[in-house]
């Protein structure tokens, strides 16, 4: 049962993560981009055709995030400014459409292009005992990043001029916009910010196992229920869900079966919807 729980808190930071780019986005933008495993995807591909092309893992990396970062940036500039424009249920609506259009756009041209391709990066070493478990060389590595990601998002937006922006954007867009903050400029930022976390999770994801070109819809169903159970606008709380749902979804996988996971995942973030509206932590950066 600990090799389970273990498990668990490694995929589960890796949750965390992606449900943190969903829900800032969401936060301050009012936007579900249902494109977002999408720049999860795009990283990988752009990942693996670089380590095939024979470059270090790291430059590889560092070019994915970059790939997904400047994907995010031009959708906030170009699809989502007529998005902005609306309010309420309009902007969610019209969010969801064009999002979904961009997700179904990105995954034919890279099936067409990379029907077979997937990013796996094989960590090499002994595996580590903790707990009495002996833990894969790749499972650490991915807590690691995850951890030291997490952190560094939450000294951000608590110790920097930028992060305190962003949290005033979210809050209240008319009252950061009389203080000076251009919310256009920090909805830009987040969706940058928003696809390397995308990024992120797919390099740390295929740490572990493989990161497929079909994998998009797929991250994106996950991010959903994180941000839904952690509280939309939550960056602590897609961090709590994300572990919690990581757990889950493992312990469901060894008891019940890997077919039933995502329904149980689901019925997690109904129950959640039910009790507690707002979500875990509710509305907070």
Known sequence: MTAVVLDGIVLGLQFGLLGVGMTLVYGLGGVLNL??????????????IILGAGAPALVAAGAGLLAAAAGGVVVDRTLMQPVYRQRGEHRVLLGLLLTLGV?????GLLL?????????????GRAV????????????????????AGA?????FRATT??????SAIQDEVGARLIGVNPAAVRTFIFALSGALAGLVAVTRS??????????????ILALIVAVVGGLGSVAGAFLAGVLLGIISTVSAFYIGQYITTI????????TIVIRPRGLLGRQV
Do not use: H
């Open 35 to 48: 494109a977002y495993g999408q720049a999860a995807v795009l990283a990988a591909m752009v990942v693996a």
């Open 103 to 107: 997700a179904f756009v990105v995954d």
């Open 112 to 124: 067409w292009r990379y029907p077979t391709g997937a990013l796996r990066l094989a960590i090499g």
């Open 129 to 148: 005992p903790i707990l009495g478990v002996r833990m894969r060389v790749g499972s650490l590595w991915a807590s690691g990043i995850s951890l030291a």
């Open 152 to 156: 560094a998002l939450m000294l951000f």
């Open 162 to 167: 930028l992060g305190r922006a962003v949290r």
């Open 207 to 220: 740490m572990t196992s493989p990161v497929s070109v079909t994998a998009g819809f797929d991250f994106t």
């Open 264 to 271: 149980v995942l689901l019925a997690a973030a109904a129950l």
